[in-house]
């Protein structure tokens, strides 16, 4: 069946430690992007990939970082410059430049300890 | 600044009782609107894309609708399994979708 996977579904970072978050997609779209959802606000765009070795900063992309080496996957890295990285963050994948639905993943919480 | 407000933040209803969620949305460039249900601890499902005003699509008890100004999604004699937390998205430049906070639905039997 054709889908998204994020791994893992959840994810403890100490204090000062980057981690990545995966995702891997096979319906061949063309665009991936990353939200971060925090309780009682919208997903937020942290970045975006239309194409493989491009990707763009979304709204909060400060202290993560990104790769789009495949196309059919798009790692999200957590850094240490994150100040508050405790939340759901979930990856999503569409068709690019069309005004067609994201298909989204099953999404990690991260939380720090 | 692209902006999607969902309103009630949260809703409970009586099993039956049926409701409506707004979205609305100040957005320079409407190419389309999408209703997604989320249910806890998992991403969002696809349920409904609206393109131009006056369209309106349906399944099962849910059926959506769309103005210039904002959509409805209208929930017929709701079962406790509706229940879920309900995401409205418009797609403007590029293929952004920007997210309203959602409204959360609770259905009691």
């Known amino acids: 069946d054709g889908g998204i996977t994020q791994s893992p579904k959840y994810l403890f970072r100490k204090e000062g430690q980057n981690v990545t978050l995966s995702c891997e997609q096979n319906l061949n779209h063309d665009a991936m992007y990353w939200y971060r959802q925090d309780p009682g606000q919208g997903l937020r765009l942290i970045y975006y990939?239309?194409?493989?070795?491009?990707?763009q900063k979304g709204d909060i992309a400060e202290g993560y970082s990104v790769s789009r080496e495949k196309k059919e996957s798009f790692p999200l890295t957590v850094t240490s410059a994150q100040k508050n990285p405790t939340a759901f963050y979930l990856c999503?994948?569409?068709?690019?430049?069309?005004?067609?639905?994201?298909?989204f993943g099953s999404g990690t919480r991260l939380t720090v300890v | 600044e692209d902006q999607v407000t969902q309103s009630p933040e949260a809703l409970r209803l009586q099993e039956g009782e049926s409701s409506s969620l707004n979205c609305s949305y100040t957005v320079s460039g409407l190419r389309g609107l999408f209703w997604y249900r989320q249910d806890p601890g998992k991403g969002p499902e696809f349920l409904f894309t609206?393109?131009?005003a006056g369209e309106e699509k349906e399944k099962e008890r849910l059926k959506a609708t769309l103005t210039k100004k904002e959509s409805f999604l209208h929930i017929t004699a709701p079962k406790p399994e509706d229940s879920a937390t309900y995401l409205c998205?418009?797609?403007?430049?590029?293929?952004?979708?920007?997210f309203g906070a959602g409204t959360i639905l609770r259905v009691k039997s």
């Open positions: 998205a418009v797609q403007v430049y590029g293929n952004k979708l920007v």
């Open positions: 990939s239309q194409i493989v070795n491009d990707f």
């Open positions: 609206l393109y131009s």
């Open positions: 999503a994948s569409s068709w690019a430049g069309q005004p067609y639905g994201y298909t």
